[in-house]
Antibody
Framework: EVQLVQSAAEVKKSGESLKISCKGS????????IGWVRQLPGKGLEWMGI????????RYSPSFQGQVTISADKSISTAYLQWSSLKASDTAIYYC?????????????WGQGTPVTVSS | DIQMTQSPSSVSASVGDKVTITCRAS??????SAWYQQKPGKAPKLLIF???SLQSGVPSRFSGSGSGTDFTLTISSLQPEDFATYYC?????????FGPGTKVDIK
């Protein structure tokens, strides 16, 4: 069974750094692109970027380029989303999601989401 | 960037009703569209991909159609568990965009 299990909720202060995780299981982690999606409180879904764990090829949404870093440790089948200096406007739920191997245009499995709260 | 618009933004319907949600892309995207359902406090769930392909395990009352710039999600007979928010999504050259969402609630 394919599963994406994300790290627990985080509460941070503005200016702090953060790295959240997404562990894949039930499939070959290095063979599938994995992406991150943001959902601001009460708002819609925003695509942030995707990464191919096999070779760490990474693509970012122009809106998030330079704001976050997406990475992975394929030895432990885990993808990461990190910030070097959080802002209150980063308060949101962050989802990881997998792209199917043959069709790189939708997300078939999703993590449960990691709520991040940043206080000013 | 390709933008996605959805209409309506919300719809009130009764169990058994047919519900149609439309999505328009700002430029042609062939058939690279998908639809997701999201319930409060839950992750999105894939319903339809490649405009009209039903994801495994999704009830057949859900269907999708369209190509180019205009896409449609239809729920043929609304069930109690279908009250949720629905998002369309496009992909073009490794750039992904979601529509703003359509909330389906109880009339």
């Amino acid at each position: 069974e394919v599963q994406l299990v994300q790290s627990a909720a985080e509460v941070k202060k503005s200016g702090e750094s953060l790295k959240i995780s997404c562990k894949g299981s039930g499939y070959s982690f290095t063979d599938y692109w994995i992406g991150w999606v943001r959902q601001l409180p009460g708002k819609g879904l925003e695509w942030m970027g995707i990464l191919y764990p096999g070779d760490s090829d990474t693509r970012y949404s122009p809106s998030f380029q330079g704001q976050v870093t997406i990475s992975a440790d394929k030895s432990i089948s885990t993808a990461y989303l990190q910030w070097s200096s959080l802002k209150a406007s980063d308060t949101a739920i962050y989802y990881c999601a997998r792209l199917p191997r043959q069709q790189l245009n939708h997300f078939d499995y999703w993590g449960q989401g990691t709520p991040v709260t940043v206080s000013s | 960037d390709i933008q996605m618009t959805q209409s309506p933004s919300s719809v009130s319907a009764s169990v058994g009703d047919k519900v149609t949600i439309t999505c328009r892309a700002s430029q042609g995207i062939s058939s690279w569209s998908a639809w997701y359902q999201q319930k409060p406090g839950k992750a999105p769930k894939l319903l339809i991909f490649a405009a009209s392909s039903l994801q495994s395990g999704v009830p057949s009352r859900f269907s999708g159609s369209g190509s180019g710039t205009d896409f449609t999600l239809t729920i043929s007979s609304l069930q109690p568990e279908d009250f949720a928010t629905y998002y369309c999504q496009q992909a073009n050259s490794f750039l992904f965009t979601f529509g703003p969402g359509t909330k389906v609630d109880i009339k």
